[in-house]
């Protein structure tokens, strides 16, 4: 606090008088709600006032001034003007001698209106600071920010103040509306172009606060003072008993006349005079804890967990999850081709029960997936792959495998077995029966060289099972760049050209399938894939096939809502874009709403394309890819040579960071220079990356459990990377009507989910279960086996619901 000899004039000779002059200007409707003489007893401030909600607006310039008048005719006009039961009477003045107890008692809010400066006594401040204590409300608005700066606790009240280096003139800016929930925010556009000044934050107050709004630095001249592509600029929280709702915009007398701005406005003001609740805790890193659920194994045992893969939660709460098939890190390992043990490791399915707190070991099958074998010897990817539960399963025990059984190598060849199965599950005992298995789908998988298995599985509600599926290609051979060396071969096997996989209409491999289950163990396939098998006279292309063009899928999800699809994928292996064989290593997200070809090995992110190659030399350089006409000519190739045309993705990012896209040359040709990009997708880089895809959150009120993580969250679609770095750990928000473009908003979520070597630092799979509670899967600090750190977490929610409570909601 601070000590000023100020004189302080009364009331009634000073509030009341600015308050009527302002009615009379602004066609205000009527004097404020009768005052009570004292702070309320039952209640927080403006509960016992008689007749409609009050509004005290203060501001700290004279009526006259453009912006105070456009601000409190705006004010006042939203509260005659509202629906009967949210409307609310206005008193404003600029005298700060309303600030004592019994004055403040009487309003529901008080709102600065870009109130800058030192203009509360210590007596004022510390009645102001008992109002918002006993449950009063605060909305601040622009050079509010500015207020009182000598008091810590109104820094707080804010969130943050503004940067001195903040630009000074007004510009045209994006601002996106990610909060899609909160009345300040429901039902405006999710991407909202304006006019206004705008403020730096120093420090930023993401994380701190619940941002409900932020302003897209790429699209105007923030200054020295940016704060980045998380760039908050209205605000809200709980705050030492009351409510705080803060917007640095309205910093011109003409956002008070914009439609957007005041609906924007007018959302805050419901919350903070307690005439609607909101949730304004969301985003708040505090309010999550993460929890780790498995112990370390054992010495040489998987008592708790395997190599992690995947995750399944099951309608009631019980969480199945599998290991690959790489052991503890000093287990042997056998890589003689003509050795029957060789490749041989442990996919393991266990289950953590919720209500019991406890893992048990639901089955093991030997794979072929303990490293080993092949022309690197030290690695290999394929192994217990993806696991999905029934629809039904809660009846019928079935749960579906995607696997490589170590039984069908052919060791000759260098060839492995790739299989579905359905196989049966004790729901009592958790116990998987191998006797009951039913293989809907396998295929062959050349096994001479690592990678890229791929392995997630989904469904719809229609009952359609998706399977995602790698290139099954070396990530040698090619320099980094496409994966289309024809050259390579063992035993007639091309190893190093995804044109044999991916960009085969006639493989199954760098695929996402859709297929429908039937309950004798076999299968058909839905309409609406991308091929019917009939193309090309017959044998040239697989109907099970619904996207084509992708190189290692480990995890996809689709929305229940929507039956939209969500895939992620790793990219290859180049640090930098080439002008010779085209783009650096782009991973992938992206949302898919029809059958369709994703690209790869062809062209990647916005269909920016690479360069061919042939025999008889495969280091030389051909034509560019046309990404709209493609065929596939190589000499590898078994399907259909017209393709599909490849589409835009909707997230890519290399080591420089998101969403590079470079200037075209007049045949469409991107530069591929470095420094000659713009990134689309400020939010997240690479570096060492593996895309993790995540879900797409949906709150459900009737099953959500105390840790639910909050419907703020629903509708935004997860996306992680396996590293922990620089990379994605991010919720992000989709344009509902144009799903095929980029997001238009992020959010960070490496504090909620935390990283480090002590916390979830390599995130291999993560998916929500039926109470609203997040599990998340690390893999551990080694590759191809388990260590101490491999374990399954929950992250759990723990702000609170939605305020003010639901007896403090004016009018109840």
Known sequence: MRHRGRKVRGWAGGAIATGLVMSLIFGGGGPAAARTDAPPADGPPGSNIAGKTAVLVFHGKDAADPVTAAGVKAITELGQQAPAEQQFDVTATKDPAVFNDADLASYNAVVFLSSGGDLLSDAQEASFTKYVQSGGGFLGIHEAAKSEPASEWFTKLIGTRPAATSPADPQTATVEAGDRQHPSTKGLPVEWARKDTWFNWAPNPSGSVHTVARVRERSYAPGEGANGWDHPISWCRDYDGGRSFYTGMGGTASSFTENNFRKHLFGGLLWTTRLS??????????????????????????????????????????????????????????????????????????????????????????????????????????????????????????????????????????????????????????????????????????????????????????????????????????????????????????????????????????????????????????????????????????????????RNPARIWVDPKTDYLYAGWVGPDAGEPSATWGPAKYDTFAVITSAGNQGWPYCMGNRQPYRDRNLPDPTQPLGWYDCQHLENNSPNNDGLTDLPPARNNTIWYSPQGGGPDYPRDANGIPSYKLGDEKFLLPWLKGGGQATMNGPVYRYDAEKAGAGAWPAYWSGKWFVGDFYDQDQPRHAVLMDPGNMGGTPVHAESLAKMIPKGNDGIKNLMDWKFGPDGTLYVLDYGRGFFNYDDKSALWQVTYTGGGPTPSAEQVVGK
């Open 277 to 550: 609740r909101a949730d304004c805790k969301a985003t708040i890193d505090a309010n999550y804890k993460a929890e780790r659920l498995t112990k370390p194994n054992q010495p040489e045992r998987q008592d708790q967990i395997g190599e992690p893969h995947g995750i399944a939660v099951a309608d009631d709460g019980r969480v199945f999850y599998i290991g690959r098939g790489g052991r503890w890190p000093s287990a042997p390992v056998v890589t003689d081709w003509n050795n029957p043990e060789m490749g041989k490791g442990p996919g393991t399915i266990h289950v953590w029960d919720p209500k019991t707190k406890q893992v048990t070991q639901v089955g093991s099958l030997d794979v072929f997936g303990n490293k080993g074998g092949g022309d690197e010897l030290v690695k290999v990817e394929e192994g217990m792959l993806g696991i999905a539960l029934d629809p039904d399963f809660l009846t019928n025990g079935y749960v579906y495998l995607h696997y490589t059984p170590h039984s069908g190598l052919d060791r000759a060849k260098h060839l492995a077995e790739r299989r579905v199965s359905r196989f049966t599950v004790d729901l009592t005992t958790n116990k998987l029966d191998p006797a009951s298995e039913k293989t809907l789908l396998k295929w062959p998988v050349q096994a001479h060289s690592c990678c890229h298995a791929g392995g997630g599985m989904a469904w719809d509600s229609k009952g359609n099972l998706y399977i995602a599926t790698g290139d099954n290609n070396s990530s040698r051979f090619s320099d980094g760049y496409s994966g289309n060396n024809p050259e390579p071969n063992f035993q007639g096997v091309s190893f190093a050209d995804a044109r044999r996989t991916a960009g085969n209409t006639n493989n199954l491999n760098g695929k996402i399938l859709r297929i429908h289950p039937e309950p004798d163990g076999t299968y058909t396939t839905p309409a609406g894939n991308l091929f019917t098998g009939e193309e090309g006279g017959g044998g040239k292309a697989r109907k099970e096939i619904y996207v084509m063009g992708v």
